[in-house]
Nanobody
Framework: QVQLVESGGDLVQPGGSLRLSCAASRSISSFKTMGWYRQAPGKQRELVATIITRGSTNYAESVKGRFTVSRDDAKNTVYLQMNSLKPEDSAVYYC????????????WGQGTQVTVSS
């Protein structure tokens, strides 16, 4: 098992930037993927970005060109750099890890609040 702890959420003005961090309780080098999801009030949880072991990334269309996901295995941490933030980016952001080979288990952090408002 693994524990995931997000940090970095804050109140920010439209057009501003934030960097979210997800610290894992053990090495992330063997994880199948890690990623970020978000959920706004009254909406479904949606995928924001994922990153695999070798560094390949995938992004939701709504954040392409603005968000960047990265990982630092030495620090057991993944990051989400968010630029040009919009009010519609406001949500609770959750870190996710998918672990396993033949049977994949999902692990989630407890979330960090991002609010984009003037």
């Amino acid at each position: 098992q693994v524990q995931l702890v997000e940090s970095g959420g804050d109140l920010v003005q439209p057009g501003g930037s934030l960097r979210l961090s997800c610290a894992a309780s053990r090495s992330i080098s063997s994880f199948k993927t890690m990623g970020w999801y978000r959920q706004a009030p009254g909406k479904q949880r949606e995928l924001v970005a994922t990153i695999i072991t070798r560094g390949s990334t995938n992004y939701a269309e709504s954040v392409k060109g603005r968000f960047t996901v990265s990982r630092d295995d030495a620090k057991n941490t993944v990051y989400l750099q968010m630029n040009s933030l919009k009010p519609e980016d406001s949500a609770v952001y959750y870190c996710n890890a998918k672990i396993g080979q033949f049977f994949i288990t999902d692990y989630w952090g407890q979330g960090t609040q991002v609010t984009v408002s003037s």
